[in-house]
């Protein structure tokens, strides 16, 4: 039997788009490789966000190529394929540069792979198009799923943050009719998960079309996926301050299976840089959006994106960003030194902020972000969650899995838990994870 590997890099919509790859390969008869090495088909799902990310592609494809060129004299055909927002963005320069890559496909074309890899018989294939057709109505039913899954709703962006790649590699926002997103969830659910996470670039522009034809809102698209029957969690991400409408704010106070734990990114916590950003809101504007939202939902833990070194970004803006991050408190966070994408704004300016700069700066925003996090994990300790196991723990006899708040936490329990959603204490907080004891009656239960 022929055997697949997706390796998947960045963001959790390319996650999903791995995941709907191997189907799509387990479909004509490939099974799943558990390495490179093993595998006749290899796939490389590459992230474009930031120069690190984009760069590791090569550095993986150079290791490909021996192991392609051992197989060959061995006499084994081995095709590599390139897909995700690098293919989107470089296309044929990827082939140019790696001649080992036999297909370079884009994110909105991956239902095409079958056709692409018997093209790449005769010669190499490049497909970025943004096709007519959705690649959602030729994806073949979901396999190996586990208690929690991913289901994108919407993709793209038309924000155009001066930063960003995303709006030219993912293009202009679509969202998926919301019935097609319903029976997704509802075959999710059947297939035994607990946890949806409805997915987006901006998830909270979604607007797809309900069943009148008129557009149909994240908070609604919730309420619905809310009553299928067997899904016990609800999550959404990643969402823009300036989508964020009182109904989501109120999806929160009402609806139990939505999950207390928000990513809302806020980038920087000064005005002056959020304008040249180009985001479109001010830092008074995020404070009041999170006010609304923690009186919605009190506990619901918080989490953001920063970028520290933006062109322009004085010691006075940054000292914002840090007062920001102070006053809000955010319970989980990501921060990253700006990174100059080829064909957006930002990179074409001179005011670009020097690498030691940044490196200062990043620490010392880290400093802030783990100290409140670590904090957050302590309080922790003593408190008693529904926790959604979700795989096998680190240690024979454990299993892993979440807290509402997104925290993981790591206990001793049967493996046949795995899928259940239990009553844990935690005892301790390690550095990463937290540790817990299963409460008797669930043991019992
Ligand atoms: N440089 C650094 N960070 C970036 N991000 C997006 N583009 C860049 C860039 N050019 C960050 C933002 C975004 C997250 C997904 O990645 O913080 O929210
Ligand atoms: Fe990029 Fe801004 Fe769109 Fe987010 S909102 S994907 S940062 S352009």
Request: hydrophobic share 40%; charged share 25%.
């Amino acid at each position: 039997m022929k055997k697949a590997y997706v390796k998947s890099y960045g963001c959790q919509m390319n996650a999903y788009d791995a995941a709907r790859m191997a189907d799509v390969l387990g479909a004509e008869g490939y099974a799943a490789a558990d390495s490179a090495e093993d595998a006749d088909v290899i796939i490389l799902n590459t992230c474009h966000i930031r120069e690190k990310a984009a760069e590791k592609v090569y550095s993986e494809l150079g290791r490909l190529r021996v192991l392609k060129a051992e197989r060959r004299a061995e006499g084994r055909d081995t095709r590599i394929v390139v897909a995700g927002c690098v293919a989107q963005a470089e296309g044929a320069e990827i082939q140019a540069r790696q001649p080992a890559v036999d297909v370079v496909v884009g994110p909105q074309s991956y239902h095409r792979l079958p056709d692409l890899l018997a093209r790449s018989r005769s010669g190499r294939v490049v497909d970025t198009e943004f096709p007519i057709e959705d690649k959602f109505d030729h994806l073949p039913a979901r396999r190996g799923l586990g208690p929690s899954a991913f289901l994108t709703v919407q993709e793209g962006c038309d924000k155009f943050c001066a930063f960003c790649v995303v709006p030219y590699t993912r293009g202009a926002e679509v969202s998926r009719p919301a019935a097609a997103v319903l029976e997704e969830a509802a075959r999710l659910a059947a297939g035994g998960v607990r946890e949806v996470t409805l997915i987006g670039q901006n998830v909270n522009a979604y607007h797809g079309a309900g069943a009148d034809g008129a557009p149909v809102s994240l908070a609604a698209l919730i309420r619905e996926v809310a009553r299928i029957p067997g899904l016990s969690r609800i999550r959404y991400t990643t969402s823009h301050p300036n989508d964020f409408g009182d109904d989501l704010v109120r999806a929160h106070a009402e609806i139990p299976a939505l999950m207390p734990y928000l990513h809302l990114p806020v980038q920087s916590g000064s005005d002056r840089v959020l304008a040249a950003m180009n985001r479109k809101h001010t830092a008074d504007a995020y404070r009041r959006l999170v006010d609304r939202v923690r009186a919605a939902r009190p506990d619901i833990a918080l989490s953001s994106d920063f970028i520290v070194g933006f062109p322009g970004e004085t010691d006075a803006d940054f000292a914002d960003t840090l007062t920001l991050v102070r006053d809000i408190g955010f319970e989980s966070a990501f921060s990253f030194k700006y990174s100059p994408r080829p064909g957006t704004p930002a990179a074409e300016w001179g005011d670009q902020v020097p690498e030691a700069v940044m490196a200062e700066r990043l620490a010392e925003l880290q400093r802030v972000l783990d100290a409140r996090r670590h904090a957050y994990q302590k309080s922790a300790e003593g408190q008693v969650f529904d926790v959604l196991v979700e795989k096998a723990g680190r240690h024979p006899g454990q299993v892993a899995g979440k807290t509402p708040h997104l925290l993981a936490v790591q206990f001793d329990a049967p493996q046949d838990h795995i899928g259940r959603i239990v009553p844990v204490r935690i005892t301790e907080a390690g550095a990463n994870s937290l540790f817990g004891a299963l409460l008797p009656e669930a043991a019992a239960a």
